[in-house]
């Protein structure tokens, strides 16, 4: 298994763009994902496949993929979208690994 | 509408054995592109995914833990049940079933975590 690497907390204020990342050295060949986890509840696919996003997910969501590093990004932030984020992929055996996930404060 | 909904003891002892149950509606456990997995999380901690079961029982476990849990199914029942032996109080944590939906791109198979159950606090202490 491999490792993916999140930082711990982004903070950004409402209106403007988070950008959170997500390193692992398998990201190059294996897709990416994102979840939303608010507290006590159960976490939420917001992207699949490095970029896309399911139905029912707002626009303001998107996803883009370069090298080892993946990155959600979320524009026009508000304060609903405070939660915490984690990177999820696979690797070539069937395993699935999580990041360490990351708190987004909106200030 | 696709539901999943986890079961279990809420306290286990130091090494005994956890037993839970995912109980799914709203898709069959027979269908060939779909399976469940079995993801925790401690408490203020992140997820872990533990093990994954497809409708031809094709089974996968995560490298570290895959000592301790079985993963199996009974699709007559549309249940999930993962075991975990020798519980110790690190394995205290919520713990998560979700359907996992496989697809087929220009790249391969990739696979989403697209519903999951509410989760089950599982804690371990004597």
């Known amino acids: 298994s491999y490792e993916l690497t999140q930082p711990p907390s982004v903070s950004v204020s409402p209106g403007q763009t988070a950008r959170i990342t997500c390193s692992g050295d398998a990201l190059p060949k294996q897709y990416a994902y994102w979840y939303q986890q608010k507290p006590g509840q159960a976490p939420v696919l917001v992207i699949y496949k490095d970029s896309e996003r399911p139905s029912g997910i707002p626009e303001r969501f998107s996803g883009s993929s370069s090298g080892t590093t993946v990155t959600l990004t979320i524009s026009g932030v508000q304060a609903e979208d405070e939660a915490d984020y984690y990177c999820q992929s696979a690797d070539s055996s069937g395993t699935y690994q999580f990041g360490g996930g990351t708190k987004l404060t909106v200030l | 509408q696709v539901t999943l909904k986890e079961s279990g003891p809420v306290l286990v002892k130091p090494t005994e054995t956890l037993t839970l149950t995912c109980t799914v509606s709203?898709?069959?456990?027979?269908?060939?592109?779909?399976?469940v997995s079995w993801i925790r999380q401690p408490p203020g901690k992140a997820l872990e995914w533990l093990a994954h079961i497809f409708s031809n029982d094709e089974k996968s476990y995560s490298t570290s833990l895959k000592s301790r849990l079985t993963i199996s199914k009974d699709t007559s029942k549309s249940q999930v049940v993962l075991t975990m032996t020798n519980m110790d109080p690190v394995d205290t944590a919520t713990y998560y079933c979700?359907?996992?939906?496989?697809?087929?791109?220009?790249?391969?198979?990739?696979?989403?975590?697209?519903?999951w159950g509410q989760g089950t606090l599982v804690t371990v202490s004597s």
């Open positions: 709203g898709f069959s456990l027979s269908n060939a592109r779909m399976g």
């Open positions: 979700a359907r996992q939906t496989r697809y087929y791109d220009s790249s391969g198979y990739y696979y989403l975590f697209d519903y």
